[in-house]
Nanobody
């Protein structure tokens, strides 16, 4: 069974940085498309960034040039480096995986972690 466990969230002041990690296990077969999503209170969940098995990335416009998604395939771990954080980045951040030929923040994902909270104060 696929399991995704996020870590690295916390509280930081605006302009600061955080690095999220997602440890994955139980892959049924080949490496999946993986992504980070977030949901702020009272708002819909939104895609932040995705990375496919070849390392090709896709970002939401709101985080381009500030966030970097990466993966360590040997360790089945996904990362999200978040720099120049803003109060509007405050949300629960979720790691997700999908096994398909396409990989984008606009597509549906099959497996989800429990989330890690990121809070950015002004």
């Amino acid at each position: 069974q696929v399991q995704l466990v996020e870590s690295g969230g916390g509280s930081v002041q605006a302009g600061g940085s955080l690095r999220l990690s997602c440890a994955a296990s139980g892959y049924p077969y080949s490496r999946p498309c993986m992504g980070w999503f977030r949901q702020a209170p009272g708002k819909e969940r939104e895609g932040v960034a995705t990375i496919n098995s070849d390392g090709i990335t896709n970002y939401a416009n709101s985080v381009k040039d500030r966030f970097t998604i990466s993966r360590d395939n040997a360790k089945n771990t996904l990362f999200l480096q978040m720099n120049s954080l803003k109060p509007e980045d405050t949300a629960m951040y979720y790691c997700a995986a999908r096994w398909a030929n396409t990989c984008s923040i606009w597509l549906g994902f099959n497996y989800w972690g429990q989330g890690t909270q990121v809070t950015v104060s002004s």
